[in-house]
């Protein structure tokens, strides 16, 4: 049984460097989602595709983020121009359609 | 605008009493509920959810139980047992997006 994976796990980069974090979802899952979760609080939502197309943003998705999902199986999150703020734990989850959605095991993210 | 709550942030219990953590919500479009369970250093794993069109729904140790009229979630784990300590998260949603509470943490007592 393959769940949600995500790569990297750990991620540390200095302010101002652009970063990309990778999700593959459960294989037959036609939706991903992306969230952000820092210390003390539940995961955020970010943004969500089904199948290749982005269907919602969040606002707290800025024009720094970028979220791709080509020929809709991996997902691809992107942050350019980090910033300290940015250090979090990024996590993606998958489902079938009206069905619970499955996470992974996040990546950390620390912007020193 | 927090609109998913849960107020204690930790809760102890004695293995093999009943576990009941609280949710408190306040968006009445909210029409799906679920609960999560978290380890250190792991995603959210599903536990268990339920439509707003129930009041009550039961797997295995694990009972959710839905008062819409006062937008209170509650999970009940009986008996617990210690590999249930974690933190547990309850979510909301209206669509594809969900919101999640900030969770509470459960530690079972051997």
């Known amino acids: 049984d393959t769940g949600v994976s995500q790569d990297p796990r750990h991620k540390i980069t200095k302010r101002g460097q652009n970063v990309t974090f990778r999700c593959d979802p459960i294989?037959?899952?036609?939706?991903l989602y992306w969230y952000r979760q820092t210390l003390g609080q539940g995961p955020e939502f970010l943004t969500y595709?089904?199948?290749?197309?982005?269907?919602?943003k969040s606002r707290l998705l800025s024009d720094r983020f970028s979220a791709e999902r080509p020929k809709g199986s991996f997902s691809t999150l992107e942050i350019q121009r980090t910033e300290q703020g940015d250090s979090a734990m990024y996590l993606c989850a998958s489902s079938r359609q009206n069905s619970e959605q499955y996470f992974g095991p996040g990546t950390r993210l620390t912007v020193t | 605008d927090q609109q998913v709550k849960q107020n204690s942030p930790s809760l102890s219990v004695q293995e093999g009493r009943i576990s009941i953590l609280n949710c408190d919500y306040t968006?009445?479009?909210?029409?799906?509920f679920l609960w999560y369970k978290k380890y250190p250093a792991e995603g959210p794993t599903f536990l268990i959810s339920?439509?707003?069109?129930?009041d009550k729904n039961e797997d295995g140790r694990f009972t959710v139980f839905l008062n819409k009229s006062a937008k209170h979630l509650s999970l009940h784990i009986v008996p617990s047992q210690p590999g249930d300590s974690a933190v547990y998260f309850c979510a909301a949603s209206v669509g594809e997006k969900l919101t999640f509470g900030t969770g509470t943490r459960l530690t079972i007592i051997p």
């Open positions: 595709f089904q199948n290749e197309a982005q269907l919602e």
């Open positions: 339920i439509s707003s069109i129930k």
């Open positions: 968006n009445s479009m909210f029409d799906y």
């Open positions: 294989s037959e899952h036609n939706r």
